[in-house]
């Protein structure tokens, strides 16, 4: 079970498995190297909008769905750290 927030790599890294589809196969499709979608899988790197659109085009989703996993992800993140006081209120 995945829990959340959790890192699209993660995700990734199960879809390549449940499809059976390396990492090495995904990067010569989208033309980058293998190193890239490896970062990714290990989350070490994010997904970038460049990479979501590749993403999207090789696996049948969309870019957008690709970027709401990173954005997520980076907003749990942030959440589990303490609040900093408001400098201003807008609405």
Same mark, same amino acid.
Not at 4 to 11: A, L, T, V, W
Not at 57 to 75: D, K, R, S, V
């Given at each position: 079970m995945i829990k959340? &927030?959790?890192?699209?790599?993660?995700?990734l890294r199960q879809l390549l498995d449940e499809h059976s589809l390396s990492q090495s196969r995904l990067a010569r499709h989208v033309g980058v190297q293998i190193?890239?979608?490896n970062q990714i899988c290990n989350e070490k790197r994010g997904i970038s909008a460049g990479m979501a659109v590749k993403l999207a085009?090789? *696996?049948?989703?969309? &870019?957008?769905?690709? *970027?709401? *996993?990173?954005?997520?992800?980076? *907003?749990g993140r942030t959440k589990a750290r303490p609040p900093s006081k408001p400098l201003i209120r807008v609405a």
């Open positions: 959340s &927030p959790f890192h699209p790599g993660m995700f190193g890239v979608i085009g090789a *696996l049948g989703t969309t &870019p957008e769905f690709w *970027l709401n *996993l990173q954005t997520a992800y980076e *907003l």
